[in-house]
T-cell receptor, first 109, second 115 residues
Framework: AQRVTQPEKLLSVFKGAPVELKCNYS??????LFWYVQYSRQRLQLLLR??SRESIKGFTADLNKGETSFHLKKPFAQEEDSAMYYC???????????FGAGTRLAVHP | DAGVIQSPRHEVTEMGQEVTLRCKPI?????LFWYRQTMMRGLELLIY????????DSGMPEDRFSAKMPNASFSTLKIQPSEPRDSAVYFC?????????????FGEGSRLTVL
């Protein structure tokens, strides 16, 4: 069965510190992985997708098939990064996404 | 474009009452998704439609839940009868690309409280 696990409900760091939001998945095929973000009082929105290999707002994520992980990283956290982050998996077709439980990132000044 | 529009934004009802949540997807999008968000379980996919046809409703918790999409611009999620454990935020999302890109456009959600 497909599953996305985000082991941390809350991650609290200080401004300028490195950030790593963990995501592990279980899927027997070739997954497509995504990170979504929900800022306070805003809609849930796509942050980045693994196939694009892009850096958005300083965040990157590398798909590690051996470890079945897709951790989200940023070298220097900013206060405006404080938000709820969801890792999601798609097996393709119709954009059906399976989400993890989410991790709240709190960046303190 | 105003994006995905959901109503009501907040609903408080008593156990046993019928609840209807509404969604208007982005014009031109042909896939529509209903998700439920709770603290314990995060975002759960309930059902999704493609070209107004339900494709997968395996996430619908019980027969008390039903969803319809009578046309390309409107969908409803109905709970009858409602129970306190149904209290959650219900999100509608739509996507419009023929090729799966993983980008869903979410509404602001409907926060349901069942007393």
């Amino acid at each position: 069965a497909q599953r996305v696990t985000q082991p941390e409900k809350l991650l609290s760091v200080f401004k300028g510190a490195p950030v790593e939001l963990k995501c592990n998945y279980s899927y027997s095929g070739s997954p497509e992985l995504f990170w979504y973000v929900q800022y306070s009082r805003q809609r849930l929105q796509l942050l980045l997708r693994h196939i694009s290999r892009e850096s958005i707002k300083g965040f990157t994520a590398d798909l590690n098939k051996g470890e079945t992980s897709f951790h989200l990283k940023k070298p220097f956290a900013q206060e405006e990064d404080s938000a709820m982050y969801y890792c999601a998996l798609s097996r393709g077709g119709y954009n059906k996404l399976i989400f993890g439980a989410g991790t709240r990132l709190a960046v303190h000044p | 474009d105003a994006g995905v529009i959901q109503s009501p934004r907040h609903e408080v009802t008593e156990m046993g009452q019928e609840v209807t949540l509404r969604c208007k997807p982005i014009s031109g999008h042909n896939s529509l998704f209903w998700y439920r968000q709770t603290m314990m379980r995060g975002l759960e996919l309930l059902i999704y439609f493609n070209n107004n046809v339900p494709i997968d409703d395996s996430g619908m918790p019980e027969d008390r839940f039903s969803a319809k999409m009578p046309n390309a611009s409107f969908s409803t999620l109905k709970i009858q009868p409602s129970e306190p454990r149904d209290s959650a935020v219900y999100f509608c999302a739509s996507s419009g690309t023929a090729r799966a890109t993983g980008e869903l456009f979410f509404g602001e959600g409907s926060r349901l409280t069942v007393l």
